[in-house]
């Protein structure tokens, strides 16, 4: 009971947290700073343990595997379709890329 128990209630993130087989969060920072006793909501201790097992990934995604500009299932992304801003495809840049790079590379 100990492993999901946390002040004699069952707590479900807790038992969650023991019973993954990897954990991750948000971001690199975000799994250093749950760690802590300022962040971890009563839970750093677990999740200490768990460190070996604790990834952060940056918004949840691997950019290296899902890159707009190399995967084929989005749609064709030109310069110029960005630069007008042309709905879908200036969106899935800006998600996808450092929009600050290309700003000031037109400046």
Known sequence: MDKVEQFNHFNFLKGGIVY???LTTVS???AEEIQTAEFGEQLEGVLKARAADLR???NGVDY???DPATDGTWPRITRRRISEGS???ARI???FSDW???RRRRR
């Open 20 to 22: 993954s087989d990897i």
């Open 28 to 30: 690199r920072k975000y």
């Open 56 to 58: 952060g990934i940056l």
């Open 64 to 66: 290296a595997q899902w």
């Open 87 to 89: 709905g879908r495809a």
């Open 93 to 95: 840049f800006y998600v």
């Open 100 to 102: 600050r790079q290309c």
